[in-house]
């Protein structure tokens, strides 16, 4: 199983953009997914999750500025984010956490990341 992260960039502070993350391989099933970033000299954070089931989380930080959402029969995880600012700016990772078909094995993985850069 693995994950493939496309959409980051660079874009003008107040702007927007769409990262989409697709899950491809051996998959039973996806429980969570959800969205992470890093920014340079700091710790990996949440920025938002999603449930099978549609229930989602969000960082204060950007509540009322992006938004996550999925399709499970594609099994990928958006995230739209709008009315970006420099401190948005960071690498950003997806994560999926499901069950492959293989004995139902559990999986917890993450994507390669994309940059997203936000100037002022």
């Known amino acids: 199983v693995q994950l493939q992260a496309s959409g980051g960039g660079l874009v003008q502070a107040g702007g927007s953009l769409r990262l989409s993350c697709a899950a491809s391989g051996s998959i039973f099933g996806i429980n969570d997914m959800g969205w992470y970033r890093q920014a340079p000299g700091k710790q990996r954070e949440l920025v938002a999750t999603?449930?099978?089931?549609?229930?989602?989380n969000y960082a204060d930080s950007v509540k009322g500025r992006f938004t996550i959402s999925r399709d499970n029969a594609k099994n990928t995880v958006y995230l739209q984010m709008n009315s970006l600012k420099p401190e948005d700016t960071a690498v950003y990772y997806c994560?999926?956490?499901?069950?492959?078909?293989?004995?139902?094995?559990?999986?917890?993985?993450w994507g390669q990341g994309t940059q997203v850069t936000v100037s002022s």
């Open positions: 994560n999926a956490v499901g069950q492959t078909f293989r004995y139902y094995s559990p999986f917890n993985i």
């Open positions: 999603t449930t099978s089931r549609g229930s989602t």
